[in-house]
């Protein structure tokens, strides 16, 4: 490239040898909304996974998903972060986008708790009109 590019790389993980296992699943939608639903999304949200896709209980202990979000009409969409629940939240983009166009990325995420239960957590700084997380596996 003739112009000065900026590179920004955030590291949210890595696989080691302690015998994790990754378990393909179908693929399951377990958050689904429309802005037009009347739920908010910016903010911190914190979402159950507990048995929320058939054969995966609580999917182990990280799950690989891919979210899809579409910004709210003529709005740009920020950044989206995951991450596991009860820990503080990371100073990482997990989705960035600053146009207009519906953006998604696959993302592995470690399962945390909430009130109790498996849940991870999410950060996003602008309304959408679209929000999906499906599980595509898990980690065990």
């Known amino acids: 490239a003739s112009d000065t590019t900026h590179v920004i790389i955030d590291i949210t993980g890595y696989f080691s040898t302690n015998g994790n296992n990754y378990h393909a699943i179908v693929p399951c939608m377990?958050?689904?909304?429309?802005?037009?639903d009347g739920y908010n999304a910016t903010g911190t949200k914190h979402w159950n996974v507990s048995n929320t896709c058939a054969g995966s209980p609580a999917l182990g202990v990280a799950i690989a998903s891919n979210?899809?979000?579409?910004?709210?009409?003529g709005n740009d969409l920020g950044y989206m972060?995951?991450?596991?629940?009860g820990v503080a939240q990371p100073v990482a983009s997990m989705l960035h986008a600053l146009d207009i166009q519906p953006a998604n990325n696959g993302m592995i995420v470690?399962?945390?708790t909430h009130n109790?239960?498996?849940?991870?957590s999410s950060w996003l700084t602008d309304q959408v009109q679209l929000?999906?997380?499906s599980a595509t596996g898990y980690f065990n």
Do not use: A, D, M, R
């Open 67 to 73: 979210i899809t979000v579409y910004p709210q009409w």
């Open 110 to 112: 470690k399962v945390g």
């Open 131 to 133: 929000l999906t997380i």
């Open 30 to 36: 377990f958050v689904g909304f429309t802005g037009n």
């Open 116 to 120: 109790g239960q498996p849940h991870i």
């Open 81 to 85: 972060t995951l991450w596991n629940s």
